[in-house]
């Protein structure tokens, strides 16, 4: 069994950053990715990046030089860095866990980009 709590989410304004938190609980087994991804109202969920134990980043095109993901593999933890974020990036953002041919979801964090 595994869980994934996530936090960090929120109101930003244009151009400001935010930092999301997700740690993993549970049989955790290496190697595995962590990553984030993001659905807006209406939309399909997409991926924002992921990072494999190993430290390989992903990121999708609209979020380069934006956004930093990052994890700490002795507390099981992947952070996303956002800045210069932009109301196009408002969505919950889901953080995801894949090991062993399984996937694994957090319960979703709100952000909300607008002045």
């Known amino acids: 069994q595994v869980q994934l709590e996530e936090s960090g989410g929120g109101l930003v304004q244009p151009g400001g950053s935010l930092r999301l938190s997700c740690a993993a609980s549970?049989?955790?087994?290496?190697?595995?990715?962590m990553g984030w991804y993001r659905q807006a109202p209406g939309k399909q969920r997409d991926l924002v990046a992921t990072i494999t134990s190993a430290g390989t980043a992903v990121y999708a095109d609209s979020v380069k030089g934006r956004f930093t993901i990052s994890r700490d593999n002795a507390k099981n933890t992947v952070y996303l860095q956002m800045n210069s974020l932009k109301p196009e990036d408002t969505a919950v953002y889901y953080c995801?866990?894949?090991?062993?041919?399984?996937?694994?979801w957090g319960q979703g964090a709100q952000v909300t980009v607008s002045s």
């Open positions: 995801n866990l894949r090991q062993r041919g399984r996937n694994y």
């Open positions: 549970g049989s955790i087994f290496s190697p595995n990715v």
